[in-house]
């Protein structure tokens, strides 16, 4: 009887036992957050931010033509909102013409003087060949009378007769002359009147261009698309009150919605990560459902200030290797550059890894106690590290550190 009740009184001490230990474990779970050691492919991404663009666009130009009229710096009065969905022909903005207008009035002035030259010279011309051409008949006239004369004196003396002759010889002579002078005169009218008469077709051309530039003020799209902004050399984006110029003629641009890519800016930690041809993945932040793949296709070797920043940045292009029809320029992107991958290999979190004095060690769950586990640790990422010796596959390890366990010793690696 009494090796019955030292049976049954053993059985509950081990059952008690048990269950503490047992619950003791789901203390130390509850209290603790745990990880798996798992083994799969570990990616060692760089995280940056940037900007989709398009690669290929065709920018809308403003006036070509205006600098041969001295017109330089134009403003733009008036341009649709950015992201606009035109047709070919639809209409974009509209430039300031204050100043085209007022070199038209100019010219206009100028046509009226220049007509009224005109008119004064015609005039002047007419006046002018009409007296000749009256001296010349006044001097056929004069002949004429003359050889009557010499006619009629057929019975003066022969002095008398010679001195008519003489007269009339003179007469031809003279009106031989005025007839060259004439034939000069008239060119020399012609002439002017041709000058003057280029000067009012000149004036009267360049109304004409300048108001067929006058229309061009007006810009309509050369083909459908999306419209954008584009920047000035600032950075900042050409709206209504900035100004064209003869170099910078863009308005807007029509991007190409098929060939996008994110423009990026790395730090110079990074920088040193990224090849060219790098594979990458491009999220956006207004559609975080929304993932492509890309490519680096472009990487600056030499560093530049930003706006607002004194750190040197360096210039990233990543093409997108899809396109998705929500995705415009403009819109800020999250890229995730792959810089390297290893596979079959061992990792935990790093929130798991701890050390001292120069060792690394994890919090490991062995049955019902805890231990304070070496481990060889390799390459990490913002999340993870590899864990080269130290932990086998599916082991648990505590993200945190457990209570009362700072005396435990550390097991090291064989």
């Not at 081990?14 to 130390?28: A, G």
């Not at 969905?85 to 009226?112: C, R, W």
């Not at 993932?291 to 360096?314: C, H, M, P, Y």
């Not at 990233?316 to 995705?327: A, H, M, P, Q, S």
């Amino acid at each position: 009887m009494n090796k019955k009740r030292i049976a049954y009184i053993i059985g509950i001490l081990v059952l008690l036992i048990v269950s503490y230990l047992y619950f003791r474990s789901d203390d130390y779970e509850n209290e603790s957050l745990t990880a798996k050691v798992e083994r799969g492919s570990f990616l060692n991404e760089v995280y940056i931010s940037g900007e989709a663009q398009s690669t290929s666009s065709k920018e809308i130009n403003g006036p070509t033509k205006a600098r041969r009229f001295g017109i330089y710096n134009i403003k733009i009065q008036d341009l649709v909102p950015e992201g606009t969905l035109v047709k070919k022909g639809g209409y974009i903005g509209k430039l300031d013409v204050s100043e085209l207008n007022g070199k038209i009035l100019d010219a206009q002035l100028n046509l009226d003087k220049a007509q009224s030259r005109y008119t004064q010279q015609e005039l002047d011309t007419t006046l002018t060949l009409k007296q000749e051409r009256n001296a010349i008949k006044d001097l056929s006239f004069n002949i004429e009378e003359d050889k009557l004369e010499l006619e009629r004196s057929i019975y003066e003396p022969p002095a008398t007769i010679r001195s008519l002759e003489i007269k009339i010889e003179k007469t031809e002579r003279d009106l031989k002359e005025k007839k060259a002078d004439y034939y000069i005169k008239k060119r020399q009218a012609n002439a002017k009147m041709i000058e003057v008469g280029t000067e009012v077709s000149k004036i009267k051309k360049r109304i004409e261009e300048l108001l067929e530039l006058q229309k061009e003020f007006t810009i309509y799209s050369d083909d459908e698309g999306m419209v954008t902004y584009v920047k000035e050399w600032n950075g900042n984006k050409k709206k209504v009150g900035s100004t064209i110029t003869p170099w910078q003629p863009a308005i807007a641009s029509l991007p190409d919605l098929s060939k996008m890519e994110s423009k990026t800016y790395s730090n110079e930690v990074d920088i040193r990560k990224i090849k060219k041809g790098l594979k990458a993945k491009i999220g956006f932040d207004a559609f975080p459902d929304i993932e492509l793949e890309g490519v680096v296709t472009q990487v600056a070797n030499v560093g530049e200030t930003r706006a607002g920043s004194d750190i040197k940045l360096f210039q990233v292009l990543i093409k997108l290797n899809e396109t998705n029809k929500n995705i415009r320029p403009g819109m800020t992107t999250s890229n995730k550059i792959l810089t390297d991958q290893k596979d079959d290999v061992l990792m935990i979190p790093l929130e798991a890894v701890f050390s001292k004095d120069s060792i690394s060690y994890a919090y490991v769950k062995s049955g019902y106690s805890i231990d304070k586990q070496e481990i060889k640790l390799g390459q990490s990422n913002n999340e993870i590290i590899i864990v080269e010796a130290g932990l086998e596959e599916d082991d648990v390890v505590f993200l945190n550190k457990p209570e009362n366990l700072d005396d435990k010793s550390i097991k090291l690696l064989n």
